[in-house]
């Protein structure tokens, strides 16, 4: 049911606005999810709804503008337990399976619905884009009517032994012991590309999305590794579904000028593999120079990104 709260003042400024999204509670406690708005809404009935990848949390405040200027309301997601949805009684991003999402998602759908909005595009980065993927195609809800996935978190960026050999047996412990954490961290190079203070362009909160990645546990790899094995079988989403991602992927040692160019989260060539498991419809593009957000790279790949994008949906929404 859709939120009877009103909405308040959001971080990201004066363009946009918040909503609490009370879910009920989990093994942790109290739950909500967050209903972002941009404020600027054009006269329509057709809306998006951006969901943000792993580590991370809404704040590409040009994405909402770009949406409204070609004519869409914009709304964002914050999943439970990243950014304003974080409780102080929560571990960042702790899931023991991916539908634990979906009635975050059924409650901004609901809000969206009761706002006026009767046909709707879900857009998803990195991890969104595997949760919205799998949503669409188990309650194919009606009002869903694209996807807009940029690079969608499809497979592990491993090597072929530790996705055959080690992370299965973490995987089956991830049943029996959800809280076991995982070993070693994961690069901080990622962020350096991204943020202002550091070789990005872009400011956001680094305590809801951190450099050095919030740590993970066996039951998190448990319930994104069942998300994996279900696109690999086939997911059969019938509405048209857009995936930008990077045209390479760059990582490993120190920072190279080429990282400000490259995917260095995920490997493109899963990406470009897995896509046609999604669904009938599926229309792949790789953007040259683009990041692992392809939104957030240099400007002139965004300008493309944009293009690609809203003539995809001009074409899909006719």
Excluded: C
Aim: avoid cysteine.
């Amino acid at each position: 049911m859709p939120s009877s709260a009103a909405y308040l003042p959001d971080p990201l400024g004066p363009d946009f606005e918040q909503l609490y999204l009370p879910q009920p509670d989990d093994y942790e406690g109290a739950v909500r999810a967050t209903l972002v708005r941009h404020r600027q809404h054009p006269a329509t009935t057709r809306a998006v709804l951006h969901v943000h990848g792993f580590n991370d949390y809404f704040f590409q405040h040009e994405l909402a503008a770009e949406y409204a200027a070609h004519g869409l309301r914009f709304y964002a997601l914050d999943l439970r337990k990243y950014g304003r949805s974080l409780l102080p009684h929560q571990r960042p991003n702790n899931v023991r399976q991916l539908s634990e999402y979906f009635s975050d998602l059924e409650a901004a759908l609901a809000q969206l619905r009761a706002e006026g909005s009767s046909e709707v595009v879900l857009s998803g980065h990195s991890t969104g884009g595997l949760i919205v993927s799998i949503y669409a195609a188990q309650f194919q809800p009606a009002a869903v009517v694209a996807l807009v996935l940029n690079s969608p978190f499809l497979e592990l960026h491993q090597s072929w032994a530790m996705r055959h050999l080690a992370v299965p047996v973490v995987t089956r412990l991830g049943a029996r012991w959800p809280n076991l954490p995982l070993p070693g961290t994961l690069p901080d190079v990622y962020g350096q590309t991204l943020h202002q203070s550091f070789r990005g362009e872009w400011n956001y909160n680094l305590a809801w999305k951190p450099n050095q990645v919030f740590s993970l546990n066996a039951g998190w790899l448990r319930a994104i590794r069942h998300g994996h094995a279900q696109v690999r079988r086939g997911l059969g989403i019938r509405q048209p579904v857009l995936v930008l991602h990077s045209a390479r992927t760059a990582g490993g040692g120190p920072w190279r000028e080429e990282f400000q160019e490259a995917d260095i989260v995920l490997n493109v060539a899963h990406i470009r593999a897995l896509a046609p498991q999604l669904g009938t419809r599926v229309t792949t593009t790789a953007l040259p120079g683009a990041l692992h957000d392809v939104f957030l790279s240099r400007p002139t790949v965004r300008v493309e990104a944009y293009r690609v994008l809203f003539a995809w949906l001009a074409e899909v929404l006719t």
